[in-house]
């Protein structure tokens, strides 16, 4: 059981945002005071990356601390199904048994839509999902109760996938960032005083729409924004056809459209920033901050137009590459204020099992970053990462990548083809030197490690010695997905 001098947990969430958006990664343009104070507090994980990048494999392997294909979802579609319940631990399961408090609030992506897994209660923000009969978000109920005209939550008229951004259409009160620290201040003062309390607090920003409040919105678009990379191969993704949508993942759009969006993109970031403050400054009236470990990450990025190419779901650094941040509780002292060990999503799990003192669940694929925050050596810590996506809205966004934080591979296997990217000297990955012949033996090398990885799951991907194209065949379902949501129901 948990003690009382166990330390409070509050994890804060957004969603889709780029690692590269904050002060503290080295942003000159963007402000995100608060984060960045935060920042200099903990311990700055430079090379943190998600392992699936989208929203609902994203967030399972963090709920459960499991590789993609443990968890049995791959992507959003081709057969992966929602994230269901069923899991044998969470983390919010395995803090509640040990005494703790617990509250989801915003996104939650789970399904059913009400489904706990694991915490004693949530406040949905679900943004335009309705997956199950009559399900009204208690986001979108509030803002019914309490807006100020004729309108509703969605009458900025911006699709929730959309590259389209403005200012937001309503009193910026009214917006779901505001609500989301509002509810989660709201419960520290209303917690069990008596346990220490799990507290997740998830925003459905900076993922479209880029409906910034305008004091944000008009702030950036004074603003000289950051040109996209386009790579000397990104002229396959130049398909007129696609991008006429307004919800495009794909295609060249206007300069100015282009710098709009990371306008406002950057604008829900900052607002974000100043929505965070709040909660620290709550933490910290209520004396709770010095024994607080706080966790900030984003699930996955958005690729802004990087590569002419929205959205997620690529291995490319701004939709895979995230940022992460862990303040340990003062009682720790000082911990390392940089790692650049290359670390992923399902390590958050074990790292706060493991500061809070309570037993890793042998189902979790992560591992504990205590050490690597306390400076301690780990001789065997993984040399490089691997991340992957199925078919979402094309067979040539199903990949595989492997990344050390220094060198990118990638695998498109139902195209057959492979990227090598070397991120110290070309962090924008606007150089393919996968055929290029003075960089056979290193492609060699990384191809091999991919192959070792997809052997074990005997899924047709590889004959054991090289790669197989999957073209033409079945979508690559796991059969770990099956397994737990029949054994859930």
Known sequence: MASKQQPNIVMIMTDQQRWDTMGSYGNEIIETVNLDALAAEGTVFEHAYTPSPSCIPARASLLSGMDPWHTGILGMGAGQGPMETGFAHTLPGVLADAGYHTQGIGKMHFYPQRSLNGFHHTLLDESGRVEDRNFVSDYQAWFERNKTGP???????????????????????????????????????????????????????????????????????????????VGDWAHIHDKPEDAVSPVAWRGVRKPEEVRRARAGYYGLIHHIDHQIGRLIQCLEREGLYD????????????????????????????????????????????????????????????????????????????????????????????????????????????????TDGKMKYMWFPRLGSEQLFDLQTDPGECRNLADRPEEQRRLQHWRRRLVDILAKRDAGLTDEAELVNQAGKPAIVSPYYKVRVSGAK
């Not at 984003?298 to 940022?323: C, F, Q, V």
């Not at 690597?372 to 078919?391: F, K, N, T």
Request: aromatic residues 14%; proline residues 8%.
């Open 151 to 229: 309108y509703e939550f969605v009458d900025h008229g911006i699709h929730w996938n959309s590259w389209m951004a403005r200012p937001y259409h309503a009193p910026e009160y009214l917006h779901p960032t505001n609500w989301t620290v509002n509810e989660s201040i709201a419960f520290i003062k209303r917690r069990d005083p008596r346990k220490p309390f799990f507290l997740k607090t998830s925003f459905a920003r900076p993922h479209s729409p880029f409906d910034a409040p305008s004091v944000y919105f008009d702030l950036y678009d004074r603003k000289r924004m950051p040109d996209p990379f």
């Open 291 to 402: 024994n607080t470990m706080i966790v900030f990450l984003s699930d996955h990025g958005d690729m802004l137009g990087d590569h002419n190419l929205w959205r997620k779901t690529y291995g490319y650094e701004g939709s895979a590459h995230i940022p992460m941040i862990v303040r340990l509780p003062r009682s720790y002292g000082k911990a390392k204020g940089r790692v650049t060990e290359p670390v992923t999503i399902q390590d958050v799990m074990p790292t706060i099992l493991d500061i809070a003192g309570l037993d890793i669940p042998e189902t979790v694929d992560g591992r504990s970053m205590k050490g690597l925050m306390l400076d301690a050596e780990i001789a065997d810590w993984r040399e490089y990462v691997h991340g992957e996506h199925c078919a979402c809205y094309s067979d040539e966004q199903e990949m595989h990548f492997l």
